[in-house]
């Protein structure tokens, strides 16, 4: 399986190196479909999700595809899935995308999906492939549960993702956090800033960033 689980999408020239090397074609040739679900109940402003799909507009992409989990006919959402070589999931509420991942059916076809293509999470994307959504006390993101009543990602890598690591917009996100969230994890934990992101190539892991970063456990 093959994911770029990023902290805010394209921010630099290394992590686009990352997802052209995962997808294995040139952009021309790189069709994406971008799920923005997990932005849907996000209140106000939305530039972080529009600079996404600028930066995706940008890279001279075959094709950019808009599936909406949440608003397609599960036939309809399926062979628009089938068309993409990767399937970009955008930020927003992790526990939102989650429900709809299950609602929709979804969970149980990407497993056959994601063998031929390329999973590319921002934020709760990135989150929902890991191990944890959240756990104990203290939630980073300030994000209502919601549907989903489970604490378990997708669990397509052994590990967890904390993304926006020292953005001011995130203020429960820092190091010192992180370590005492990751005493409670039976797992390993990256941390990631907006300028990182953790390329998953089958079992080989490698940490893609202009910024900083830590892993603990």
Known sequence: MKLLLTSAGFANESIKKAFFELVGKPASEIKVAYIPTASNVELGDKWWMINDIISLKEMSLKQLDIVDISALPKKMMVERLEEADAFFFEGGNTYHLMYWIEKSGLRELLPELLKTRIWVGVSAGSIAAGKKLSTADERFYDEAIGEYKGDDGLGFVDFSIRPH??????????????????????????????????????????????????KFG
């Open 165 to 214: 690591l020292n953005n001011p917009d995130f203020p429960n996100v820092t190091i010192e956090k992180a370590k005492n969230l990751a005493q409670d994890l039976e797992t390993p934990l990256y941390v990631l800033d907006d300028e990182s992101a953790v390329k998953v190539d089958g079992d080989e892991v490698e940490v893609v960033s202009e910024g900083k970063w830590e």
